[in-house]
Every structure is written in structure tokens, then in C-alpha cells.
């Protein structure tokens, strides 16, 4: 067991992803200086150019040609820098990567991953702040998954390349610096398993990705007001963990869903459904979502902070629901 | 023409790809007709000659990369038109499984990666494509076809761009029919065009006479050896479009004749023309064109008798994580 | 009160904004010829090749141009042919046109409907069929117009061209032909405004575009078997009219939701669980969707099929949902 | 220098804008490292000369494009600094209303629309400025300018074709400071270079010393005129980044000395010799300076002061129809 930053576990995972299989490589800007956030650091020392390559600035061409690489038997990762620069790649991404196997009848793999920093982080504003992972949900053939602490950015990111889909991987520009213990030893990390992070009677939070660290303090201070509250960490949000989420419905009959991205569309909807479509008899109160208002994101921290959901919102909206 | 030179038996089985290509396109627009092809079919009448100049010189390892206009790659490259026809009428046993028809044609069997519904994406592909290749260390090339019209999206810079950078064996072919869909490719496109594009970012490049199967096959051959020793090269190849861009398009912004007028440069007949000249006979030839036709009727009956895929495909191929089959919804 | 088409109510709804304003134009692909499916028909003969303008195949061109023109103060009505082609373009919408206005602090106006022909046609396969609409719904700045018939599709049409804000205006392609009566003198539609297209008070239906008529075909049939539904064309996505959704649920006490888009993140969901957020107490049952199972779609007629959603499965969800 | 056409009072001015450029930017910088601006700021130090001979050209009137590393353009444009301090800031009265910060920094009021978080994506964003110029028939020009690393990107060619067809008013600039971030960028930029890629769109285009104020500007009023007769061309501009490409960032990735080397073709510096060559003294230069630098210091000072913007302003100016003030979820 050692203790890594975010940081720090996904590039261990990826350089022994690296060592272990000779077809991964990865892909993307300024990666050969480390990346633009460091994820990549000493690897090109490492692994060569060729395999951590140094790209243009042609988004299109980094995602569309991991496409072709991967159909000929690569793994490749491929940087997309900010989750909002893949908006420079959706063809590639949702036309071309998600579907080539489906529209081939089987004849194409497309084993890559997306890595997509993603979400806020101080003042960056309306075009480096983005939490899109709803879109991805929507699009067969896609998996999506979203690490929440170090170990789940290492085996997380293990495994997504492990996998013969496409993988949008989106981790949390804010999460960086957070550490945690990562076992060496661990077994593999399914995708698509939720984390039971804090098992609770009263109402079940479910999170992902920054907000999940939002919803534990929040429900620690919840306990101080003896409310007990269940916390989910969804880590993967296609395929999710439907069942781990219905079976802490029926248990606390309160659902309250805590995501950074805009409300409205955002994922938080259709956990929202599917709990009410599957756990009607169970509610005791309809499920709830703490989210972001529909505007862009801002500059000015004042501004900025309008679309943070704080632990004391997520205290307030779950007293609010259990009717305290 | 050089007569002694002239290499008889490769270009007279040019001429019967030329002429397979085009009798599957008529059985396929005869499908279109009766209503058994439901999707769109964008017939290559008229390019022949660069589909088989150019394809004729891959090896069954090297890889294709197609547009929406793909028949004639395709079947060139080796795949079985009774599959490819299948595709098209989305029927079980299409190279598709059904799932993708005309313009998802694909053959990953024989190279062909894949026909693609979107303008230009073909090209990031398949630099990605070559890339893998040259990480692997094969000796494969890659060559990517597209249109005149693709030359406008970005991609064609991003990919050629990225073909140079890290020294890539692809062969970018565009085969400029002179038609975007229904526009005059000319009245959208700026400057002196595909070569003068890629030379600009650092491909040597050339310009052939697309409807003459032989200058072709030889810039070809000459193009992919350069391509295997220095890196991305681009061919040009000046071709027409003889049909609408759909089948079921009349093409009436064409001006007056001027299809009626093009097809004197038929690239089949010019082809037939140069055989004679290299002493087949008219009858030979008539046999190699009826024998094409026969077989690609017989085809088109054969999959008329098929049946659909079951429903339950449908679910199939999607994904392994979160398969649709345990959670479609 | 004239019949028109679909599709010739769009087209004399652009012809008629671009008689009273010099300022409204349209690009695209093959405008100068009809466009691809001849909603342009005609329009150049009469307003000239600069106002109807044919361009290169350069998606993120033409909606990343018209961004600058609508800034300048023109109204460009862009024309994406095929909504499935607007994924070349979504840093163009989505970073610049949705953005720019907030991000400048409201210097910019960005007064732009962006058209996309969406939805299913018969074997099209996947890169010629999709539904997205939930995407636009996701994103701060935009609207979201969905016409499901002829009379709306003139009269939205003119609506989103008048509007100061970037218009998501998605028409189905299988709706060009649908004729119906279109009023010459009516009153201008409000965006925003959904329309109770059949009152009833066992079920509420809520649907739009090309589903909205299954929907419709479907409550004639539950008709005949007692079952009396309301059906709702939403219309616009966003702003979606809640009021109307609610006011019916609160009626009925059921929700069915019915879109053509794949099921999971769709905008199903969204409604769903505003609906249950809203009037929890007056659900009877949980609201329901149908929708396309998340696959990609089929060339084929018998896999196609399996992403359509008939009337008569609109039927059968319907006495299921209400327990008949 | 022709010192009989040396427009003294001309470059005096430039030079003046040049020192206020860079004390912008260090104070922006101070500002940064005092933790007052929140987000990155990209200084252009170095690369005044670009900014003052290209923007010292527009009218007031003209409009002009930037990108992330707008500061010196906005500014030449006729911004004013306090209110671009503000939103560097994220404070009330900043251009933006403190939404957009210094990668976003606009003054539509002087026709400046905006830097831009996208690489390339102003290109696109231009040519419909220039379209809608030429549909009104105003007399306007656009300047667009944008890095070297933006011409991999796709806008580079769709933009500039579309420009070349519509034979737009657009002058595009690429200021080519020889990095895109920690990236060489002729290590991921195939062939030529600007100029040839867009001579190869049908633009003439010219390459100038990008640090030689005179030279700058020379050529862009002589371009500017072109383009009002004959539509698009293109300047490239060779310069070099001093600093990193974040004011945080130390730069590492750079060959020892490169930077150091580089001071002695610090444009401000070669200005200065220039002005000193024609008569100027300097003490006159120096109190230039000088003034700049009290002059920016002061608008820190002040913009120190400034309040943050209410948090309810998040909610406005998003969307008149479906406005979140009536409906944010
Ligand atoms: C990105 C994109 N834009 C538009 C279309 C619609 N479209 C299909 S084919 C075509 C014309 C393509 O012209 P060209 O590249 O010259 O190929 P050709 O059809 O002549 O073979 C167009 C515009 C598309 N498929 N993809
Ligand atoms: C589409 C896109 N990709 C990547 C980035 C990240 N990025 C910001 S600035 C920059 C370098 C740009 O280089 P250049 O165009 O030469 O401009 P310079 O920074 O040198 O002024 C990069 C890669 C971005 N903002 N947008
Ligand atoms: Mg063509
Ligand atoms: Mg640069």
C-alpha cells in the first residue's frame, strides 16, 4: 500500500499498462513535457516517443487517427487536454470510434481510451470548466467512467484500457493533488461497479468523480445531526450500477443524486428515472438532484461558485428531503 | 501507349474488374429500383478506372480506407460481391451482417476498412491506420480514397499534416469527379486544388488522368513504392461522375450534355479500345463484359432469395462493458 | 388556411423572415439546388446567392462563420443537412455560439438557428439517423425546437430566426412529406409552449416531432379500449413547458413519455424526474419512458425496426402503466 | 531604415504602445503571482512589435479576432486597460463583467471580438464576421490573428478556403512565436509553413521579421489595402515567446540560453535603437517607459480595489428565451 495523488496513480497505471502490453501507447499535446497537467510525466523517458507521442493541435486527427490505430490492433490512449477540446472531435468520437464496431457487423475493435480532464477548476471559465459526461451516457457503444480517488484513477484507467470498447475516461482536474492509499496488490477493479463508500440507513447520496468528496463531507456532517446517510460512488457511469443504487433505495426509501454538471439533462436525470421507474413502492420521497444551474460557467469566483454545489447545500437539500 | 511495354493480361484483367465493378453498380441501382436496396446508393459509373488502377496494386495485407461512393474499392480490394451485395439489401450473410449496408461497406478480411457516411473522416482513420502500422513495424501501406469535395474539411489538413509529421505509409487518393453531392466541387474550393494542398504540407503529390486505367495503375505502383520509402504521397486523379450522385438522383444541375459529352471518356471503353489496339478481339471483350454482367445478375438474385437478419442482431456488436444485451435501457 | 407539407411550411417560413428582414440568410451544402432534401427549393431564384448561400463541405465553417456573422448582426440560418454532420461542428455551437454572449458579458449576440434534419429514415444505418436532441437540452445558451408538424414548423421556424439566442432547430427527416393545414394569418407561436393535442384524463403522454404522431395514433387506439390519454406535443425542449406536463399529471396521475432518441439520457429523463421532483404526491404510477434501447442503428429493416417505437407499443405501455 | 520616410511620430507612438503592452503584462503577471488573477494568463512579452504594427493599423471600426494571447491586440485596439485589468481580475467593471477573464478578454465597443479559449476556433468565427460585412456591404476590414500551432488545426484550411471563395475582407495574421505550449511546433507542423498553406488556398501571403515594429507595420497597411480590393491574404509573423506560455510556467522544455539569446531581438528594445537612430533621446524614451509602466501600475492598484461581481450577475446574459432567471433546472 502506498499513498499517491490522483495524479500520480493515473500515470502509474497507464506506464504499467505500458509495460504489460506492448500495443498500448498513448497520444496527445505536449505529452513528451510531462502533459499539460503533469499526468504524463517521465514516461516518454520511459516508453519512447513512439509511444507516448507528441501530437499537433488537430484534435480531430488525435481522436479520428486513435480510431484507425486501434482497428489495426493498438490500444491507444489518447489526451484530449480539457474535456472541452473533445468538442473538437465528436465526429470522431461519436460517429466514427462508438459505432465502427456496430455499423461493421463486428468486423472493427475500437480498443482506446479518452482521457478528458474534465470539470471545474478556479476560474477557468465557460470553455475550460465543462462536465459533458451525460453525453456520453447517451451513445451506444461508449463506456464512461469517472475515477473519484487515486486508487480508482489507477485501476480504473487499468482497466479501461483493458477494454475492447472505447472508453471516455473523465478524470477531475480538481482532483489532481488528492491523495490516497493505492494497494499494489489490489485485484482488478471491475467497470461498472458502484462503491458502497459509507453505508447508511437514512438516505442514500448518490455521486461521482469531485462531488463524491462533497457528499462524504456532507454526510459526515449529517451524522452530527443524526442523519445517516448511505453514500454511492458511481465510478462508472456506463455501464452504472443500477442495482447497488435500487438496493440502497429500498433500504433508505430517499434518493438524493449530487453531480457537478449542469441539472438539467445531466445524469442525475436518468438515475432519477430508473430509481422511480424500478423503486416506485419504496420512495418515501421522490428522488432529488443537486446540480448545476443551466448557465455557463464564469470567471469570477462569485460566479463561479453559484455552479459549485457545497457540502452544506447537499446537508440542507437532504434534510430538506428526509423532512427534518 | 507503349506496345511493348503494354502488359496484355494485367490490363485485360483490368478491364473485367472495370467491367465486374460497374455490372454489380447497374444490378445494384436495379435493386434501388425494385425497391430491395432501401438505403441510398452512390454508384461510381465513370470512376471505375480509378478504383482499379489504384486497387489493383494492393496486396491483400495492405489496407483501404473508402468514402460512401466505395463499391468499386472494395470489390477490387478482394471482397466477395455476392457479400457486398447482401450488405446492400441488408440482408443476413452481408459483409455487414446487414448492419451497416451501401455506405458502411467494409471487408476488414481483405484490408478494407470501411466505407464512411461522413465527408473526410476516412482520412484520420486511416493516418491512425499507418500509424499502428509503422508502430508495429509491417510492411503494409494504407491508402485512403476520398472525394474532391472532402479537400474542404479539416481533416484533410489535420491528417495529411499528421501523415508527413511522423512519416506514414499511406497513399491519399483523391478521386475528383468534379461534383460535390450537387454542387460544382470547383465554385467551393479555393486555390489550385488537392496537389497544390498537400504539397503545401510537405507530400509530394500528382495529378493523373483518373479514366485511364494504365497512367493510373503506373503512378500508382510508382507512388506506393515512394510511399514505402519516404513517408505520405497524394495522387490526384481527374475523373467524372457519369450518374447522379445518388442513384436515384437526375442530376439536372449538370449543364446540357455535358454527361452525354463525357461519356465518350468512358474509362471502360477506353480501355476496351486500348486492348483492341493491343490485339483482343471484340468478341473477348464483349465476353469479358457479359460474363461480369452474368455474374453480378446472379448475385443480385441470390441475395433477392436471402433473408433479413433476425431482430435480435440488432443487440449484437454493440459493446462488451455494458452490453446491451444485459441493459439496453 | 392553406395544406402544406412539412417541409414546404419550413421553406415558406424561411422565405416569408427573409422578405421582412434583409438581415436573415441561409448556408449550406446544395442550397442553390434545393438542398439535400429541397427545403431550400426555389429560395435562391428569389433572394440571390448571397443570401442563399452554397458552401464548401466544411461543417465547422459554416457553423463557426455564421457564429461571427450572427455577431455582426445578420441572421444566419445554417443548414447541417444532416443533424448526425453537426458532430463536426460542436466547438462551434457548443464552445462558441452557445457561450459567446456570457462569456463576453454580454457584448455578443449570437442570433443563429442552426437546422438539423434528425431522426430515423428508413435505412439510413448509423450515421445518417440519430436523435441528440438531449445533448442541446444539456447546454447553457441554447434553445431547442423540435416542429412535429407543418403548421409548426412554419411558425417555430420564424419564431427561431426572430429569437436573439442560438436555436437548436431540429425537423424530422421523415416528417418532409406530412401534410396538414397551415393557418396564413396566424398569430405568431411562442417558443417554449407545448400544445395538448388530444385531451384526456386516464394517462398523460408527453412526445414530440415524428413520435408525437405515434403518440397520437396510439391514444385513438386506447380510445376504443376505454383508456382515454392526453396526449402533449412538447414542441420546444428547452424551454420545455412544465406547466402543461405537470397541470396533465396532476389530472391523470400517469406519465408516459415517448421519444425516438435512445432511452438513456434522452430527454425522457429529464422530464421524468421533473415531474416526480414536482408531483410526487400525484403520481399514481412512476412515470414511464419508451424510447430506443442504447444500439446504434441498423441498416437493416428488421434490426432498424428495433429502435422504433410503434403505436401499438405506445399501447401496451400505456394499460401496463396504468394497470389495466 | 529609409530615415527620409521614417515616420517619427508614428513609431514613437508604436513604441509607446509596446512598452504599455508589456507593462500591462507585468503587472497582470504581479497580479497572478499575488494570486489576485485567479485563472492562467498567457503574456505575449516578446511579441509586442506583432500587436502594435498589425492592431496600430485598424480603424476603429476594423474588426479584429484574437486568441488566448489577446492582451497586447486588445489593447493596441483601443480596450481600455483598467477595465481589461478588471476582468483579468474577475471584477466588477471588467470588459466581460468579470465572466470572462484574460483568455476571454473582448471590447466589442472598439470591434474587438474576443480572444478565444480554442486554438483556431477564431478563424472560423472571422470569416463569418468578414461574410457579414460583405452581405451589408460596409466598409470594414477583419483581422484575425492566431499562433503558430493553430494552423494544424482545421478551421485553418475551412476558414481560409471560405474566405478565399467569398473573397471575404478577412487579413489573417499568424503570429509565430515558434511554441504551441511546451511543443515545438515545427516538430508537429509538416511542410512550408503558413505562407505556403495558404497560397495553396488561393491566398497570396508573405512572411515579415515579426519583431521589426516598421516592418509589421509596413506590410499590414499595405495588406490591409490589398485585401479591400482583393479579398483574404495572409501574414506571418516570425517572433518569439520571452516568457513561458502560462506566466507560470518556467519554460524548462526550452534549449539552454534560447530565451536569453532571444532579449537581444526584443522588439521594444530594437524600436527604441530605432527612434534613438532617428533623434529621439533617452530620456524621451525612457519617460515613455516610464509613464507606461506607472500607468499600468496604477490600473492594478485600482483594480485591487474593485469588487467581484454579485453572484446573482452568474444568471444573467445566458439566454433570452428559456432565460435561468425564470428557469435555471
Ligand atoms: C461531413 C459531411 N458533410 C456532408 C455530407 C453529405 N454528403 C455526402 S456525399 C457528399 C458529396 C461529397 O463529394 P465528394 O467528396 O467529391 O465525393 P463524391 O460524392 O463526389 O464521390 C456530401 C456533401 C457528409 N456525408 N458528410
Ligand atoms: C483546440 C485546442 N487544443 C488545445 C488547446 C490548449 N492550448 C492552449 S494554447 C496552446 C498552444 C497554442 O499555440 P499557438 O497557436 O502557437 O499559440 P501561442 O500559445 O504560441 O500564442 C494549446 C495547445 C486549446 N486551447 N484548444
Ligand atoms: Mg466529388
Ligand atoms: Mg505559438
Not at chain 2, 450534355?257 to 468512358?266: M, N, P, R
Request: charged share 25%; proline share 4%; with cysteine.
Amino acid at each position: 500500500m502506498k499513498t499517491m495523488t490522483y495524479l500520480e496513480a493515473g500515470r502509474a497505471g497507464l506506464a504499467e499498462m505500458m509495460r504489460q502490453d506492448g500495443s498500448v501507447w498513448a497520444l496527445g499535446e505536449d505529452l513528451g513535457r510531462g502533459g499539460v497537467f503533469g499526468q504524463y510525466h517521465g514516461l516518454q523517458d520511459e516508453f519512447g516517443s513512439d509511444r507516448i507521442a507528441d501530437t499537433p493541435i488537430s484534435e480531430s486527427c488525435i481522436l479520428g487517427s486513435a480510431v484507425g490505430a486501434a482497428m489495426m490492433g493498438t490500444r491507444p490512449v489518447v489526451e484530449m487536454r480539457f474535456a472541452d477540446f473533445a468538442l473538437c472531435a465528436v465526429d470522431e468520437l461519436v460517429n466514427q470510434a462508438a459505432k465502427a464496431r456496430y455499423m461493421f457487423g463486428g468486423q472493427a475493435r475500437v480498443p482506446m481510451v479518452v482521457r478528458e480532464p474534465s470539470g471545474m477548476w478556479r476560474s477557468s471559465a465557460a470553455q475550460h470548466s465543462q462536465s459533458l459526461e451525460s453525453w456520453y451516457t447517451h451513445i451506444p457503444g461508449l463506456v464512461v467512467v469517472m475515477p473519484a480517488t487515486p486508487a480508482d484513477n489507477k485501476f480504473l484507467l487499468m482497466e479501461s484500457i483493458r477494454c475492447n470498447d472505447p472508453v471516455v475516461y473523465l478524470e477531475h482536474k480538481d482532483l489532481w493533488s488528492l491523495e490516497g492509499p493505492v494497494d499494489d496488490q489490489t485485484e482488478t477493479l471491475p467497470i461498472g461497479k458502484a462503491r458502497v463508500a459509507r453505508p447508511g440507513s437514512d438516505l442514500t447520496i448518490v455521486s461521482w468523480s469531485a462531488m463524491f468528496h462533497r457528499a462524504l463531507e456532507a454526510a459526515a456532517i449529517l451524522a452530527t445531526q443524526n442523519v445517516d446517510a448511505e453514500v454511492i460512488d458511481l465510478r462508472t457511469l456506463w455501464p452504472w450500477d443500477r442495482q447497488c443504487v435500487c438496493e440502497s433505495v429500498q433500504k433508505t426509501g430517499h434518493l438524493l443524486i449530487v453531480h457537478e454538471a449542469v441539472q438539467v439533462s445531466g445524469f442525475g436525470a436518468e438515475i432519477s428515472s430508473v430509481v422511480t421507474e424500478n423503486c416506485f413502492g419504496d420512495l418515501k420521497s421522490a428522488p432529488r438532484r443537486l446540480a448545476a444551474p443551466r448557465i455557463p460557467i464564469s470567471y469570477a469566483p462569485t460566479m463561479e461558485d453559484e455552479v459549485r454545489v457545497s457540502a452544506s447545500q447537499i446537508v440542507e437539500a437532504a434534510l430538506t428531503q428526509i423532512g427534518t | 501507349m507503349n506496345k511493348t511495354n503494354f502488359d496484355r493480361a494485367r490490363y485485360r484483367h483490368f478491364y473485367n474488374q472495370m467491367c465486374r465493378i460497374r455490372a454489380f453498380e447497374r444490378a445494384a441501382i436495379k435493386a434501388k429500383d425494385e425497391n430491395l436496396v432501401l438505403g441510398a446508393i452512390h454508384p461510381s459509373i465513370g470512376q471505375e478506372a480509378a478504383a482499379v488502377g489504384v486497387c489493383g496494386n494492393l496486396r491483400r495485407e495492405d489496407i483501404l480506407l473508402s468514402t460512401h461512393r466505395g463499391h468499386g474499392h472494395t470489390l477490387c480490394k478482394g471482397a466477395d460481391p455476392q457479400a457486398m451485395m447482401l450488405e446492400l439489401l441488408g440482408k443476413t450473410g452481408g459483409n455487414c451482417g446487414g448492419k451497416g449496408g451501401s455506405m458502411h461497406i467494409a471487408d476488414f478480411g481483405v484490408g478494407m476498412l470501411g466505407a464512411n457516411g461522413v465527408v473526410g473522416a476516412n482520412i484520420n482513420i486511416a493516418v491512425g491506420a499507418a500509424h499502428a502500422i509503422k508502430l508495429k513495424g509491417e510492411d503494409k501501406v494504407v491508402t485512403c480514397i476520398f472525394g474532391d469535395g472532402a479537400i474542404n474539411r479539416g481533416p484533410f489538413l489535420e491528417g495529411l499534416n499528421w501523415a508527413k509529421i511522423y512519416n506514414l505509409p499511406v497513399l491519399f487518393v483523391c478521386e475528383d469527379n468534379g461534383y460535390s453531392a450537387t454542387t460544382n466541387t470547383k465554385d467551393t474550393t479555393a486555390g489550385a486544388g488537392p496537389v497544390a494542398r498537400a504539397q503545401s504540407l510537405g507530400l509530394e503529390a500528382e495529378s493523373r488522368d483518373g479514366n485511364d486505367v494504365v497512367g493510373v495503375d503506373i503512378a500508382t505502383r510508382d507512388l506506393l513504392s515512394r510511399v514505402k520509402k519516404k513517408g505520405p504521397h497524394l495522387l490526384h486523379l481527374k475523373t467524372y461522375r457519369l450518374g447522379g450522385h445518388t442513384s436515384t438522383d437526375p442530376a439536372k444541375y449538370r449543364p446540357d450534355g455535358e454527361a452525354d459529352g463525357k461519356w465518350s471518356e468512358d474509362p471502360i471503353a477506353r480501355c476496351r479500345d486500348m486492348l483492341k489496339q493491343a490485339g483482343l478481339t471484340d468478341e473477348a471483350l464483349t465476353d469479358i463484359e457479359m460474363a461480369a454482367t452474368s455474374e453480378m445478375d446472379g448475385i443480385y438474385e441470390r441475395a433477392r432469395d436471402a433473408a433479413f437478419p433476425p431482430a435480435a442482431n440488432a443487440y449484437t456488436d454493440v459493446q462488451d462493458i455494458g452490453d446491451p444485451r444485459s441493459q439496453a435501457f
